[in-house]
Every structure is written in C-alpha cells, then in structure tokens.
C-alpha cells in the first residue's frame, strides 16, 4: 500500500462523508452505480433531491429496466446531460438480458456497458463489492495532479494515462471502497478547484505540488475556446384555460425526446400561426442564456396568450397542450423548466 492511501484513510474516518443516502443501508451496486453516474459533471448537493425522486421511483435495476424512456427521462429532468440517463437506461436492459437482471462483478463486462466506462466500472466495483479497482473522476485528477505534481491539462490523453497510472498504484488491495470515497471527499472538501485548503490536508507533508508552490496552479486548465453562439425564439402559446403548447423533440440533437417550447429561428410570429390561431401580439419575456459543450444558446421566448389550439395539431402526438404545474412533471429541459415555474408570476 503506498503512502497516500494509510494517510487518507485515517483523514476520512474522523473527517470524511459517512451520511450521503447511497452510502446507507441497504447498501447495493444499483444505488452506488446510480449515484455514480448522476455525480458525473453534477455537484453533490444538486444531485441528492434528485437521487431520491428517483429511487423511489425505480428502487432497483428491474424496475429502471422495465420503465419506459419517457418515465427515466421525466425523473432525470432537470440534472442535465440527458445522455447519461439514456444510457443508465440501456445498461439497465442489457443487464437484463446478458446478466441475469444484476450489475456484474466482472470489470470488462461492467465497463462495457452503456455509459459506464474504466473510473465509473472501478467505482462500483471499490464501493459495492471492495474489490481493488481504481477510479479516476474530477476529484481524483485535481489530487493526484496536485499530488505528483503533473503538469497539462488532464484531458489529454498522455496526461490522463499517467494519472491513471498513479491511481492504480495508490489503490489498497484492501478497503478498496473506503479509499475511493476518502480519495473523492479529499478532492470536494479540501483540495478544491480554487483555493485549496493545504494546511488542513493529510497530504500536505508528501505533496509535490504543495512543495513546490504549485497547489493554486495544477491541474492545469482547459484551453480556453470561443464557443459559438446560436439564437432563436421560443413560442409560449397560452390559451384562455393558462395551458401552454408543448412538443416532443425528436430524437436526435440537442435534448432528444424531451418535451420543450415550440421554436423558431426566424419569423417567430409566423411559426406561431401556424401552431395556433393567435388572439394579440406577442410579449417578449426575460432572454434565457445555456451553454452546452459545442455552443451556447440564447433563447428570447415570446408569450402569445389567448391562443386557440388549431384541431390538426392537436391529433398530432408530440404536440400536447398542458397547464404549467402538469407540464413539470414531464421531461423537460432545464432552461424550459425555469420558465414555466416563472409562468405564474406573469400577468396575463
């Protein structure tokens, strides 16, 4: 056992996390592998009302098998990066058929499913089973940078191979899930993005990075990039009974299958008429601003009330009218969500 992992070990068990629900009983690898996949590129405090809504929901794999996408999707909403729901889904139904209804405990199966990977396989693997398999989230690169001081951005390929190969070198052979959840905390408490708390750290005595005045500095940023920037309008079309038209996005591009505004790039009014037999001129509402990976998104929604539904797009099944309050509980995109709990506060 190296150093690094005695030293973390003590450190968390009197300082450590020990109350997050997917560390209570029953303890299993559906919760852990659960947790794992919606910590991805998610804070933890964002995460927890959203682990629970879910889980009671779907408490264990069979019952995420069996559901339908849009059930998954309507209790993902809101966390984002629908894909890893997506893919949550379709490992659940292939563990199903190849599994015999259970996550397997071999890593090459395991990582081999749908949206899991090496540090999510070795995470479930450490926490569910304490076999010693290592992880490498966005906690761990920021300690083990530090930690060894390495240089370059963490993304890049032979950089994330030598973090790799530190991680497997400090991982126990023993109290593999432990070390794992001590290694994770370390990163989100003390050894933080900005302003790390090295006087406090377990660490700072063998830290390279700490030696050598380099905490504030390592890892080493992203190269910064101009993102480009896509405008459009979205269409709040409101009859006089306050229901809001709605559709169902198909199922490539951004937010796939989600249910969203009407949109419209040019000739918004027009697009509108098409939609709705319209009552007065549309109001323009607070721009709404989302970046994704690739491109940020700049949205100016416009509210168009009194609409009347047009009867050839109601039979159309992915248009629906819904009031506000009932649209929330289906999947919709974070920004769109934002805008029709704001509904109620906007006079008509």
Avoid at 317 to 341: H, I, S, T
Wanted: hydrophobic share 45%; proline share 9%.
């Amino acid at each position: 056992m190296s150093a690094l992992a005695p030293a973390l070990l003590h450190w968390h068990a009197r300082h450590g996390r020990h109350d997050l629900p997917w560390q209570q009983a029953p303890r299993s690898a559906y919760r852990i592998w659960l947790a794992e996949v919606m910590l991805q590129q998610t804070q933890v405090v964002t995460v927890i009302p959203y682990y629970a809504r879910f889980l009671h929901a779907l408490p264990d794999l069979p019952a995420l098998a069996a559901a339908s996408e849009d059930r998954v999707l309507a209790l993902w909403s809101g966390l984002g990066y629908y894909r890893r729901a997506r893919h949550l889904h379709a490992a659940a139904r292939r563990c199903m058929t190849q599994h015999a209804g259970d996550l397997p405990r071999d890593f090459d199966a395991l990582a081999a499913l749908p949206g899991i990977g090496r540090s999510t396989a070795g995470a479930i693997l450490a926490q569910a089973w304490d076999l010693p398999f290592a992880i490498l989230d966005g906690n761990v690169k920021r300690v083990l940078a530090r930690y060894h001081a390495i240089s370059g951005w963490p993304g890049q390929a032979a950089v994330t191979r030598e973090l790799w190969r530190h991680a497997a070198a400090h991982t126990p052979r023993r109290r593999a899930g432990t070390y794992a959840q001590a290694i994770m905390d370390l990163g989100a408490m003390l050894c933080t993005p900005q302003q790390p708390d090295c006087p406090s750290c377990p660490l700072r005595t063998s830290c390279a990075a700490h030696a050598q005045g380099l905490s504030a500095r390592l890892p080493t940023p992203r190269p910064r990039r101009v993102l480009p920037r896509r405008y459009l309008h979205w269409l709040l079309l409101r009859d006089a009974q306050g229901r809001i038209l709605l559709v169902q996005r198909a199922g490539d591009g951004i937010w796939p299958r989600l249910w969203s505004l009407p949109e419209a790039e040019l000739a918004p009014e027009a697009h509108a008429a098409s939609l709705a037999q319209l009552h007065a001129a549309p109001r323009a509402l607070s721009p709404l601003r989302h970046v994704f990976t690739h491109f940020q998104l700049e949205a100016q929604p416009l509210l168009f009330d009194g609409a009347r539904a047009r009867a050839a797009v109601c039979d159309q099944p992915a248009l629906g009218w819904y009031m506000p309050q009932a649209a929330l509980a289906l999947a919709l995109p974070a920004p769109v969500r934002r805008l029709l709990k704001q509904l109620p506060e906007i006079s008509r």
